[in-house]
């Protein structure tokens, strides 16, 4: 009998590999792909967690956007796993959606997509990626008209990538 290649949330982890200091391309979905940060108050509560270093405990989130039902970050691992990393966001996501705006029921889908960045991946084309995402979506005219977002390169007094 032919094995069926995995579906569904364990597609997602089949092959996941968490190497400290390797930079992860991150998506995160909402439940449902519900858009739940058209709503200011959601996106801000979401994105004061997401700016929170201790979110990421020794990874570094280098750029990240908030989009209406999904989410986009680019991630250097730091000592723990991705798995972990992620279930810690989605969980400090969730408790202050809950506690701050009364939202009923999980926010985030399940799982999320990785994609370890090869070497030979312009580091700042897919941070341009990233941040083009409301662009492309006609959420914004300009990447600047869009307030869910942030990039350590706009920070003067951030050290280079390792």
């Not at 190497?19 to 801000?44: K, M, N, S, W």
């Not at 929170?52 to 989410?71: F, G, K």
């Not at 009923?104 to 941040?131: C, N, Q, T, V």
């Not at 959420?139 to 280079?160: M, T």
Request: with cysteine; glycine share 6%.
């Amino acid at each position: 009998m032919p094995a069926f290649p995995p579906v569904g949330r364990r597609a997602l982890r089949q092959g996941r590999v968490s190497i400290p200091g390797q930079l992860y391309l991150l998506t995160t979905v909402t439940r449902h792909r519900e858009c739940l940060f058209l709503d200011p108050v959601r996106a801000r509560v979401v994105s004061r967690v997401i700016h929170a270093a201790s979110t990421w405990a020794d990874s570094r989130l280098l750029v990240w956007v908030l989009m209406p039902d999904h989410w986009h970050g680019l991630l250097q691992l730091g000592g723990e796993s991705l798995g972990r990393v992620m279930h810690r966001f989605k969980a400090c996501a969730s408790r202050a959606l809950h506690e701050s705006c009364g939202l009923d029921g999980p926010p985030w889908a399940r799982s999320f997509h990785d994609h370890a960045l090869r070497a030979d991946e312009d580091i700042k084309a897919a941070a341009r990626y990233i941040i083009g995402n409301p662009v492309r979506a006609g959420l914004a005219e300009s990447v600047l008209a869009y307030p869910y977002w942030n990039a350590i390169w706009l920070d003067r007094d951030v050290p280079p990538i390792l």
